[in-house]
């Protein structure tokens, strides 16, 4: 079992940044491939960023358009994602998920977190 917290959502105005952050616990964090996903109202869930077990590959949806970093700290534990130049559409829940897996697919993933909220106004 894996646990997994987001943190670090909030409102922000156009153009703004924001850092998330996934607080893992249990079975060793570096062991999985760990991913970012979004989910608007009305809307599936997509996939924004992914990130390999060591932290030297990473894969990023094409909306994304250099605007976000993936990173992971794991001796820490922690995943991040750095998101700068936010647009209205970007605006979502952002859930952290982790895999066997190094996937772009939702389904992949095998366990989440309960999604931290992002509102960009314009």
């Known amino acids: 079992q894996v646990q997994l917290v987001e943190s670090g959502g909030g409102l922000v105005q156009a153009g703004g940044s924001l850092r998330l952050s996934c607080a893992a616990s249990?079975?060793?964090?570096?062991?999985?491939?760990m991913g970012w996903f979004r989910q608007a109202p009305g809307k599936e869930r997509e996939f924004v960023a992914a990130i390999n077990w060591s932290g030297d590959r990473s894969y990023y949806a094409d909306f994304v358009e250099g605007r976000f970093t993936i990173s992971r700290d794991n001796a820490k534990n922690m995943l991040y994602l750095q998101m700068n130049d936010l647009k209205p559409e970007d605006t979502a829940v952002y859930y952290c998920g982790a895999s066997i897996n190094y996937s772009t697919v939702y389904l992949a993933y095998d366990y989440w977190g309960q999604g931290t909220q992002v509102t960009v106004s314009s």
């Open positions: 249990g079975r060793t964090f570096s062991s999985y491939h």
